[in-house]
């Protein structure tokens, strides 16, 4: 390879890995974690390989690699892919879907002003019967007990 196809070549890892890196920081698409780490796993290792070519390497072979190309071209397709489907489950679950059945009876019962929530609370409900029975007027007839022989 000559220099400036090795120096084209280096760039274009560069490129892919800066792209790679921002779609793995970015989470774009709702990825997974697990898809996130493989993203910028890839992007990691091509920007390192790209900075070598370009900062360091001095001569010799150089490890031309076509998944360089292809697997950013795959990930950016998985995740507009992955965003599509987001996008339309999140469509599918907005949709407003069967009609409620008991709606004409919730309607009804909205305009009732004797089922109306906001109505003055029930003294009676949510209340311990130990805690609120009256005291018994009648003393019991235990006849070990002392207080209340007669």
């Known amino acids: 390879m000559t220099h400036s196809e090795v120096v084209g070549y280096a760039v274009l890892l560069i ?48 490890f031309v690699s076509y998944y360089a190309f292809v697997v950013p071209i795959l990930l950016i397709v998985n995740a507009f892919r ?18 409620n059945p008991n ?4 309607q009804q019962a909205a305009s009732n002003p004797y089922l109306q929530q906001n109505a003055a609370p029930n003294p009676y409900l949510n209340q311990n ?9 009648y003393p019991s007839q235990d006849p070990g007990n002392p207080a209340t022989s007669g």
């Open 15 to 62: 490129v892919s890995g800066v792209c790679l890196t921002a779609l793995a920081a970015s989470g774009f698409g709702g990825k997974s974690p697990g898809n996130r780490a493989v993203n910028g796993l890839f992007a990691g290792l091509f920007l390192i390989y790209g900075l070598y070519l370009l900062l360091i390497f001095d001569g010799g072979t150089v």
């Open 103 to 106: 709606a004409a009876y919730m």
């Open 129 to 137: 019967p130990a805690q609120s029975a009256a005291p018994n007027p």
């Open 82 to 99: 992955t965003r599509s489907a987001n996008k339309a489950a999140s469509d599918a679950r907005n949709e407003p879907g069967y009609p």
